[in-house]
């Protein structure tokens, strides 16, 4: 157990160093403050990756002393374009931006892009989110014992009663093939991914300057509900909402009786929407899409165990 923990402490310092070596840049005008996109609303970023395409955010990026002639055009953009930047740069953002335009110029949409390039990397990591999933309705199912065991030992604080508990929760844990640090790292990995999604977006102009549907997909939803299209930017946060709610749901696990765990996916879900209202209308979408595969994956693994109950 404590090989475990440590190797995933080591994981995520290794992530957050990789994090650290280089990120967006928001372009400020001469007073310090940041430029916004006239188009979009959103808050511009200085070291983009590639050319913008429209001639008014041209201009802004001129008037704000950045030479985009010395970039590419987007459709040349490749994984060596630029200069160093840092591992986080040049191991994440570029790959992922990379093909994010690779996508988007032979398919003609660069939010279905993002779609398809999301669901690759969740069937990619099915294997070790498909376990936190049987990890959890493993949980659910030994939840009764743990529970036990938890009422039996808490008025008990004494070092040797703590130590009793202990090996009794282990005892459940390798009675239903429970490893309670087993299929934690794709969940530290979603932070990660979610800011390499955030950074490839703002960085990209052919990604911010594109539309999907109704979306401009550069604008946040709290600049797109004061557009003519705000229904598309409401449809969008309730699709959040919901798939958010949803899934936490479906993984909810621990003492079910207690009011935290019930109120739990409430806060993270009103959390996680507050958050998405300051994010791209791209990232939304990705945050959808990534929401819908969790629940199809939880709802295959639940049955393929009701399947196996039953045989």
């Not at 372009?27 to 001639?55: A, W």
């Not at 709290?222 to 229904?231: A, M, Q, R, Y």
């Not at 207690?258 to 300051?278: A, E, R």
Request: glycine letters at 4%.
């Amino acid at each position: 157990m404590k090989k475990k923990q440590n190797r995933i402490k080591i994981l995520l310092i290794l992530v957050l160093l990789l994090i650290s070596t280089g990120c967006t840049k928001t372009l400020t005008d001469s007073n310090k403050k940041p430029v916004k996109n006239e188009i979009t609303g959103q808050n511009l970023t200085k070291n983009i990756l590639c050319q913008p395409t429209n001639k008014t955010t041209i201009k802004v990026y001129k008037k704000n002393g950045v030479k985009i002639e010395k970039l590419p055009k987007c459709d040349d953009f490749k994984i060596t374009t630029g200069k160093y930047e840092g591992l986080w740069t040049s191991l994440f953002i570029k790959p992922l931006s990379f093909i994010l335009l690779l996508l988007g110029k032979n398919i003609g949409n660069y939010a279905i892009s993002l779609i398809i390039v999301s669901l690759i990397i969740r069937f990619i990591a099915f294997p070790v989110t498909k376990k936190t999933a049987m990890q959890s309705e493993l949980l659910k199912k030994a939840q009764p014992e743990i529970n036990k065991i938890q009422n039996k030992y808490k008025d008990k604080k004494d070092q040797d009663s703590m130590m009793k508990q202990s090996q009794e929760m282990m005892m459940v844990y390798k009675k239903y093939n429970i490893s309670p640090m087993s299929g934690c790292l794709f969940s530290m990995l979603q932070l990660p991914l979610f800011i390499a999604f955030f950074e490839a977006v703002q960085r990209t102009p052919a990604i911010f300057e594109d539309k999907f549907l109704f979306l401009q997909l550069g604008t946040t939803p709290t600049v797109g509900i004061t557009s003519n299209v705000w229904f598309a930017y409401l449809v969008l946060e309730l699709l959040i909402a919901l798939t958010t709610f949803y899934s936490l749901k479906m993984n909810l696990t621990g003492n079910q009786s207690d009011p935290n765990m019930k109120t739990m996916p409430y806060m993270m879900s009103v959390m996680i929407i507050i958050t998405s209202l300051f994010m791209p209308s791209a990232l939304g979408i990705y945050w959808v899409t990534s929401n819908i595969f969790t629940i199809g994956q939880n709802i295959l693994v639940k049955r393929s165990k009701e399947v196996h109950g039953k045989a």
